[in-house]
């Protein structure tokens, strides 16, 4: 006969394999074809257009930002969700579900902060409790291809601990790139200097960029003349991360532009043999940043 406290014991390893919470915040850009796959919580971030505030994904869409941005003779600005908005969104999950939370990069926001902040808020009121927050040091699309391998790993059947030691091993390897069409928006951000800005314009710069290793800042990798070669040049970047893609998936998000975007995945997978790949639009956070046009994509580099 097995003792109680074994059985229990078993128990609550089923459990733990069975239900698990995944959260994130509005810094992911989320595929629709994965969020029915799974019963995400997304804590939203703020948006501000002048003396208007939205949160975003719940009292303003997609299809009015983009108005809103074309219409708005200022970029709107983002603010994390407060620790009592994390707070909250960990209240909703019942005590007995451990909760994965996978934060936008504590290089582009206090988002982080705040979730941990909460974390620690709801521990002081139960010790019991079991919330791991992970600085993805990514954002967008590379947040949804770290939710996709959640998704895979907890089919084959992980425990909480065997997930969020795999989601932190793969932090590492998340290769998150960009590709701006225009410069427009980090002109009007005052991320780029308005006279650097136009002389980029009359040459027909574009800028790729990517997500840094260290704290997964956005840093300009290369600058390219014409936007035929920045593509040509944005794709080809992925094979200089990685050689292998059978097993992998890549994750891609547009700003306002699907037949853009549509084509150049198609290119990317006519080149490398990805297993499958996310297509969405993306949120904005990014949007405002990477002006019409812009893309990013992110999948898994080879392990050094």
Request: with cysteine; glycine share 6%.
């Amino acid at each position: 006969m097995f003792k109680t406290g074994i059985i229990k014991s078993i128990i609550n390893e089923l459990g733990d394999v069975m239900n698990i919470q995944l959260m994130t915040d509005g810094g992911a850009d989320i595929p629709k074809r994965l969020h029915e796959a799974l019963d995400i919580i997304v804590v939203p971030l703020y948006l501000h257009f002048k003396d208007e505030q939205y949160k975003t994904g719940v009292t303003i869409d997609l299809e009015t930002f983009n108005k809103k941005m074309k219409e708005a003779e200022e970029l709107p600005r983002s603010s994390a969700p407060s620790p009592n908005d994390f707070y909250e969104a960990y209240k909703q999950v019942d005590p007995s579900t451990p909760i994965i939370m996978l934060s936008l990069t504590k290089g582009l926001s206090v988002t982080y902060e705040n979730a941990v902040l909460a974390k620690n808020m709801l521990l002081e009121e139960d010790p019991d409790r079991r919330i791991e927050v992970i600085n993805t040091k990514t954002a967008s699309c590379g947040i949804a291809l770290l939710l996709h391998e959640a998704k895979v790993k907890m089919e084959e059947s992980y425990s909480y601990e065997q997930l969020v030691d795999h989601l932190n091993s793969l932090i590492e390897q998340t290769t998150t790139l960009f590709v701006l069409k225009t410069l427009e928006n980090l002109v009007r951000g005052g991320r780029l200097d308005k006279v650097k800005g136009t002389i980029a314009k009359t040459l027909n710069i574009k800028l790729l960029m990517k997500a840094s290793d260290d704290e997964g800042n956005i840093e300009v990798v290369e600058k390219v003349r014409g936007d035929k070669k920045s593509i040509r040049r944005f794709i080809e970047q992925i094979g200089e991360y990685t050689k292998d893609f059978e097993d992998k998936v890549i994750s891609m998000t547009h700003y306002n532009s699907e037949e853009r975007a549509s084509k150049v995945l198609a290119e990317i997978r006519q080149k490398y043999p990805f297993k499958d790949a996310y297509l969405t639009e993306m949120g904005p956070l990014i949007s405002t940043y990477a002006g019409e046009g812009g893309l990013v994509i992110s999948f898994f580099k080879d392990k050094q």
